[in-house]
């Protein structure tokens, strides 16, 4: 080394600089290109999806959009030809493949189910975890330790070890196939998360603040409302995401729990292959907006994801 | 405003006892300081005060009124922590007004209460900045204003200034003391710096393992140590002892120290021998080569006007504090000469003052009190 050149401890070399982009190139291109194939099917035709070699380029159309959110039946070509103009742009589509629309999908309210569902039991999840954060961060719980490992001890296996006893538990209780049964397994699960991860948060925030309000005239749920909360913020951000990708994502409990009007998206979106064929660019289409929700809230709230996963590393 | 009384205020955190019966008074518009080492009690003592904590057992009256059990809420008083706890999601206004807001107070109302608050205090440039970003001096300020906005019974500070750098500091204290004169509200002010004490205070309670060893006026504790812990937790550098042997009788004018004759104010009790210490501040020795008390010059810190000097006795080391124009060696023999009108007299076994002409019955009824 030359000794012009000034030696610096904290930049990083221009070699690993290098090998640094490189890994990082790598690791984007494995996550992002089946995103990116499942995005480029959904605009793909049918015989275009499962063309081979596969195509990169491509007319787009919105027929796998029209597939999605309709059901469709073989007609002959005689009674489409019987029938008046087409209305509207998947109606054309529809005709083109010998088919008439029979009825909207049930992609919609199984849609809005995964919203109701997720959303409702992030919000449960995080509201009694914020709750009980603060309980075991501020005050004299008796047997505190053992209860926040007792809290932590229900994530020791995958929640699927027990969903035997929870199918039977809930035909018991009527809560099988319902948003509320749904809502309360969800919160059940992530409830530990949300406690263990805002316990960390709370216990960063002196409670001088609330000692202050108190102080001055405020009773302690005032205090905590006022002067609590609005500096735990990012951690209840990052716990809500969390807790949101977990309950939004969802597979196995959802696939056995529900089936009709409780059913969420995950488990609906494979069945709309067998309707009528390999609808793939239906899949993708569905699999395309169930992204959307979860992409846009982590988008909103992603200064506090940052932090939340490294919480604790750095003071503010 | 409203006066403070504590009566036999006692904590004990499990086995651990933080306060022992605790008592003094805090009269109407008096400056009083908490000080003593950090672990000594002082702060719980002042969370008490506030109903941040709940004694174990006593009474804290306020104003007349028995608040040991009520909620802190209910108690009319203002705090201002170490640590200031700005609301970080408030601006200076809020911040202040955050109080009244508790009190339902009409926002006009709290809008000219704010203003008045923030120009007393000179921060009124700043009332609609965020609190992040201010200096220490101008935060310690906010909470201040915070404090006195609500015109409450009485102002409890815990180390408010122990975060600010030095050169804040000596500018707060100053500050803090102008503030006090002009409102003139009660104020307990808990400190481990003796600086701020001797500065600030009107009272001073000096206190150690949860004990009160000495309450009274900084002049009193300085001049009139009830306990060897005071002597030698006040004052930079503390109080010399000497040790000597032997009782001492009622009347008695002179002790026997390291074979020399010295003077010592009229004892007024008879003490049975025992181990015994002389106490002596280090601007109270006098380097004369006529006395009997002698020693050897070990090091010297010369601070400008004066400068401080270890001198090694038979009996361990004195520091004496002496004009810096005197040219000194190490090595050197010097005989040491005590003003004897200012020498204080303690058993050592118990620490505690021997009643003499200067530690009068007065102080040491205060200090059973205390």
Redesign the interface.
């Known amino acids: 080394m030359s000794l012009t050149t000034a030696h610096s401890v904290v930049a990083p070399s221009a070699n690993s600089k290098r090998i640094a982009g490189a890994i990082i190139i790598a690791y984007a291109l494995i996550s992002i290109v089946p995103l990116l194939w499942i995005f480029a099917t959904s605009f793909k035709t049918p015989p275009d999806s499962i063309a081979y070699p596969p195509k990169i380029l491509f007319q787009p159309s919105l027929e796998g959009y029209c597939n999605l959110f309709t059901t469709r039946t073989r007609q002959t070509p005689e009674y489409i030809n019987s029938l008046g103009p087409a209305t509207t742009f998947c109606d054309e589509t529809t005709r083109k493949r010998n088919m008439v629309i029979a009825g909207p999908s049930n992609f919609l309210p199984r849609f809005v189910n995964s919203l109701i569902i997720a959303f409702g039991s992030t919000f449960c999840a995080v509201f009694l975890g914020t709750l009980s954060a603060y309980g075991f961060s501020r005050f004299k719980v008796p047997l505190a330790d053992d209860l926040l490992f007792f809290i932590l001890s229900t994530r020791f296996m995958p929640p699927i070890a027990v969903a035997i006893p929870i199918y039977l538990m809930y035909r018991e209780l009527g809560l099988s196939d319902t948003a509320l049964g749904m809502i309360l397994l969800y919160t059940a699960v992530n409830v530990s998360l949300a406690v263990w991860l805002l316990k960390g948060f709370i216990d960063e925030i002196?409670r001088?603040?609330e000692?202050?309000?108190?102080?001055?005239?405020?009773?302690r749920l005032?205090a905590f409302w006022?002067?609590v909360l609005?500096?735990a913020t990012t951690g209840i951000a990052a716990t809500a995401i969390f807790c949101l990708i977990f309950a939004w994502n969802e597979y196995a409990f959802a696939a056995l729990l529900t089936s009709g009007t409780a059913q969420t998206a995950p488990p609906f979106i494979p069945t709309i292959i067998g309707e009528g064929g390999q609808d793939w660019p239906a899949v993708a289409a569905g699999t395309t907006i169930f992204l959307v929700p979860i992409l846009v809230f982590t988008i909103l709230l992603r200064k506090q994801l940052l932090r939340g996963i490294t919480f604790g590393a750095v003071r503010k | 405003m409203a006066e403070i009384r504590v009566q036999n205020l006692r904590k004990a955190f499990g086995d651990f006892v933080a306060v022992q019966d605790s008592n003094f008074v805090v009269e109407d518009g008096e400056f009083f300081v908490m000080l003593g080492p950090s672990g000594c009690g002082k702060t719980t003592t002042l969370r008490m005060i506030a109903g941040l904590e709940l004694p174990t057992g006593g009474q804290i009256l306020l104003g007349g009124d028995d608040v040991t059990m009520l909620r802190a809420r209910e108690r009319d008083i203002a705090f201002v922590f170490q640590l200031f706890a700005l609301y970080p999601h408030m601006n200076v206004r809020k911040n202040i007004g955050f109080p009244l807001l508790a009190q339902g107070m009409p926002s006009a109302e709290i809008r000219t209460r704010v203003e008045e608050t923030a120009k007393l205090l000179r921060i009124d440039h700043l009332l609609n900045k965020s609190v992040s970003g201010l200096a220490g001096g101008d935060r310690q300020r906010v909470a201040l204003g915070r404090a006195i906005v609500r015109r409450p019974k009485c102002f409890l500070m815990d180390e408010p200034l122990g975060t600010l750098d030095t050169e804040f500091r000596d500018l707060m204290v100053h500050e803090l003391r102008e503030l006090h004169n002009r409102i003139r509200a009660t104020t307990v002010y808990v400190t481990h710096d003796q600086m701020e004490a001797m500065s600030m205070a009107d009272k001073i309670a000096v206190m150690n393992h949860g004990v009160i060893e000495q309450f009274g006026t900084p002049r009193e504790i300085y001049d009139r140590p009830a306990t060897m812990f005071v002597a030698d937790f006040i004052g930079s550098p503390p109080m010399n002892f000497l040790g000597f042997g032997g009782g001492l009788a009622k009347g008695a004018r002179e002790i026997v120290v390291q074979g020399a004759r010295v003077a010592v104010p009229e004892v007024r009790e008879d003490i049975a021998p025992a181990d015994m210490a002389l106490g002596i501040r280090p601007e109270h020795i006098r380097f004369d080569d006529a006395s009997k008390l002698r020693g050897a010059i070990y090091g010297t810190e010369y601070l400008g006007t004066t400068q401080i000097v270890a001198v090694e006795t038979a009996d361990g080391f004195i520091k004496a504090r002496v004009p810096a124009e005197i040219r000194l060696s190490t090595g050197d023999h010097v005989g040491l000469t005590l003003s004897s009108a200012r020498l204080s007299l303690f058993e050592k076994g118990s620490g505690r003052a021997v009643r003499t002409a200067i530690h009068d019955v007065a102080s040491e009824r205060r200090v059973q009190h205390g």
Not at chain 1, 211 to 219: C, L, S
């Open positions: 002196p001088e603040y000692e202050a309000a108190m102080i001055d005239g405020y009773t005032q006022r002067t609005p500096q």
